[in-house]
């Protein structure tokens, strides 16, 4: 559930950014890949921080 609730909070800030980058008239191939990495990001520190420990025996 708290994967979910950051992977929507983190889709919230990149559609942010890409709005604020349309309106700065950047080219649309650069928005995708900066769209992407973000994307990437967003999965890396999701899963970081929302991971359950492993149980020590």
Do not use: E, N
Not at 18 to 32: D, F, G, K, S, V
Not at 36 to 54: E, F, M, P, S, W
């Amino acid at each position: 559930m708290s994967f979910g609730l950051y992977s929507l909070g983190f889709a919230i800030v990149i559609a942010g950014l890409i709005y604020a980058a349309y309106l700065l008239h950047m080219p649309a191939h650069w928005i995708l890949v900066g769209a992407v990495v973000l994307l990437g990001l967003g999965i890396l520190t999701g899963v970081k921080a929302t991971r359950q420990k492993d149980p020590v025996d």
